[in-house]
């Protein structure tokens, strides 16, 4: 199994630029999840889906979108890039009590 | 959701012991206690969950005492490679999601 893969690695943005994210995961796991994480600082919950169709805000959602119509797709859109955003971006998937995390997305918005 | 709280920094000498505590004095009767850690620019990784018994894995062993208000995360025999961000997390009750703290920044030292 591969886990959790996100992609891209990196990515620059200019402000008002949008993107999508990918986050994938090949253990057929129900539930998914973003994270965002400043610099020094803990993940914030973005975003998380319990199941294909279903999907639940978590703390910090504003600017963001997600969709989940499979179940091993997760993406994660930002419409509208603000500097605000500049972070590094985590998907996990959640099996029983273990969220396994991907290795994260770092986006720069200038 | 409970929070926790947790030293930001810690160091341990490479072989012995690393004792991490935690404080999590608002917990409710049916929230687990959660470690995770994340070793420089990785996503977070899995460590050990526990309700009110002390819990062992291949990693680590969590203490939680008996008014479940803090646990301790115990790595038995610290080497180079555990140095990371440790978090200690109290599970929500909505789709199982992590509410991430600052966490404790664990340094092993030769």
């Known amino acids: 199994n591969a886990g959790v893969t996100q992609t891209p690695k990196f990515r620059i943005l200019k402000i008002g630029q949008s993107m999508t994210l990918q986050c994938t995961q090949d253990?057929?796991?129900?539930?998914m999840y973003w994270y965002r994480q400043d610099p020094g600082m803990g993940l914030k919950l973005i975003y998380y889906s319990v199941g294909a169709g279903i999907t639940d805000k978590g703390e910090v959602p504003n600017g963001y979108n997600v969709s989940r119509s499979t179940t091993e797709d997760f993406p994660l859109r930002l419409e509208l890039a603000a500097p605000s955003q500049t972070s590094v971006y985590f998907c996990a998937s959640r099996v029983g009590e273990t969220q396994y995390f991907g290795p994260g997305t770092r986006l720069l918005v200038l | 959701d409970a929070k926790t709280t947790q030293p930001p920094s810690m160091d341990c000498a490479e072989g012995r012991a690393a004792n991490l505590p935690c404080n999590h004095s608002t917990i409710s009767g049916n929230e687990y206690v959660y470690w995770y850690r994340q070793i420089h620019s990785q996503g977070p990784q899995y460590i050990i969950h526990g309700l009110k018994n002390n819990e062992t894995n291949e990693m680590a062993s969590l203490i939680i005492t008996e008014d479940r208000k803090s646990s301790t995360l115990i790595l038995p025999h610290a080497t180079l490679r555990d140095t990371a961000v440790y978090y200690c997390?109290?599970?929500?009750?909505?789709?199982?999601?992590?509410?991430f703290g600052q966490g404790t920044e664990l340094s092993v030292k030769p």
């Open positions: 997390i109290v599970r929500g009750n909505q789709g199982g999601k992590l509410i």
């Open positions: 253990m057929n796991h129900n539930y």
